[in-house]
Nanobody, 125 residues
């Protein structure tokens, strides 16, 4: 059974940091690119960060570049999102996602087929 379970969300103040974690099981983690998406109320879901199968390449949305860092641990089947200098506009439900990728260094931003339920991040001003 495929499972992706996010944790680490919460209520923080502007400028604070949070580290999200996504524990996965039920599939070959190292064969999948991993990504974090977010969706704020009334908006479309957007990709926040993507990491390649081998962890070498990453891609970030322009709005979070320099503040957020995506990482993965293939031994633990986990992906992380370190979020620094949080802003009110970062408030959203954050979800991790996985997709099979042929290339070990690819960072696709769409085509994700496995999803977690999400964790709420709220940043107060």
């Amino acid at each position: 059974q495929v499972e992706l379970v996010e944790s680490g969300g919460g209520l923080v103040q502007t400028g604070d940091s949070l580290r999200l974690s996504c524990a996965t099981s039920g599939f070959t983690f190292s064969a999948h690119s991993m990504a974090w998406f977010r969706q704020a109320l009334g908006t479309e879901r957007e990709v926040v960060g993507v990491i390649s199968r081998n962890g070498v390449n990453t891609h970030y949305a322009a709005s979070v570049k320099g503040r957020f860092t995506i990482s993965r641990d293939n031994a633990k089947n986990r992906v992380y999102l370190q979020m620094n200098n949080l802003k009110p506009e970062d408030t959203a439900v954050y979800s991790c996602a996985a997709r099979v990728t042929s290339y070990t260094d690819a960072v696709p931003t769409d085509g994700y087929t496995k999803w977690g339920q999400g964790t709420q991040v709220t940043v107060s001003s």
